[in-house]
């Protein structure tokens, strides 16, 4: 047996398969995630630009506008709240702050404001100072702390000739929405989450392959129950190279295997039965004569002349010789078929067989005016083959020759050396053979001539004989015919050993 190749194992590509799809999912959902919760955020070159080129100036600007206001609440929280609008995309607000550290008003109440509560008045002093360093704050501790939020603090004053600052204007980053609480929050719902995802993908990918692989062996199943169901001619699907494709090859060779075997079993059951009603139908004809005549003889026994009573006898006779044959032909061809038949081998020649069957043929030569005669050189090897079995394919081959001949015909019984055999052919200038019955001459009770048949001169089973016997001797009949002109039947027995042995 041939051993499939790794890729080819049925495992190995179910696995793949699985794996492949697993993986596919997996992907799609990571880029998923890729694509919406890490995406940066929409607006980062307009905050960079805000944050580089404008920044400072807007809160100069807002600062010089709020400066006058301090002292009317709604006027300046309306300010602060409308800038708040404009710069909350860029997530900064600003609020007002007074010098002991309270928030006044806010852009947004509800962050800077709620988180400060009171701002230390030193650090808001310091930070107000042009020299201050955002960049040595925040506190790295407190990441959430409004301080490390701050990023200007500009001195409000109602009136500049006073000096010192009224009030501050803190500008800062809204407050960071994610707390590490929320972040692990986040996490934990990212992993289960992605558990879900990875079990449906998992069990989906799964449901696809079962689905595949029971799809295919469902359509094999189908083409076995039919052809279990006598669809003989039924075959399955078996392009793919793996186990079930080679499973559904070896099911599709067996099966035309079993269907070839199956059109000859029923070949040979018509061709039994056939056989039956033809032997039946050989054996009646001449029993119903033989009845029919003996009847006769029996009830007109008085009055029958002793002329018509031995014509009579003779019909009696001819339909006695014609059964007799026929039972001989019928049990001879049923040994050669089971092979009981065993040939006797023996060295002979070929010239003393052949004076044999002449004179045994001559009578009915010489009723038909057909002239039999031999050609064969004189220094012909022996043969070695059976001779009775020999004998009796001439005599078939002979008996047709003239059975087929017209008068004034002939029958040559030819010999001649062909390497280590012996080539035999008979050949007559009778009637012939039409081409349309050439190939069924060798059948079973195959007669070309109808009534000749009926006369009970041909059984059909001459040939066939033949052949077999031919065949024992591991040789072959061939048949030349021209029909009107005659025909040759040929084949070649090996010759003897002895000779064949000297000549080596
Ligand atoms: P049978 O001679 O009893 O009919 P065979 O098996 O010997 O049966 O021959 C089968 C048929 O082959 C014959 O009926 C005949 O039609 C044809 N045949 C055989 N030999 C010859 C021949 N020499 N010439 C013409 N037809 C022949």
Redesign the pocket.
Known sequence: MRHPRFLDLLHVRVTALFLLLLAISVGAYFLWIRATLLQPPESTADTDAWWHDTKDAEIDSLSRDLAPRLDDPVQLTHALVQFGDHVRPYEAEVAVVDTSGSVVSSSDPDSLDAAIGELDPDLLHAMAQPDWDYESYPDPTSFDSYVNRIFAVVPLSADAERGGPDAYLVASFLPVTVTPADLQTDFRHLWFQAIVIMLTAGALSGIIVMMWISRRVHVLADGVSAFADGEYSRRVPARSRDDIGRLGRDFNSMASRLEALIVELRNKETFQRQLIANISHDLRSPMAALGGYVETLVLKADTLSPAQRDQYLEIISGNLDHLGRLIDHLLQLSRLDAGQARFQMEDFALAELLDGVLARCQPAAERKSVTLRTEMPDDLPNVHADPLQIAQVLQ??V???I??NRPGGEVVIAAEPRADRVRISVR?N????APE?LPH??DRF????IS??RKG????????I?QKIVQGHDGEIEVT?RHGE??A?AFTLPAALRARGAEG
């Open positions: 078939n081959l008996d047709n020759g059975k087929f007559d009778g009637e012939g053979i019955v001459i060798f195959y007669t070309g001539d000749r048949h001169e041909s059984n059909g089973l001459g040939l066939a033949s015919s005659g025909s039947f």
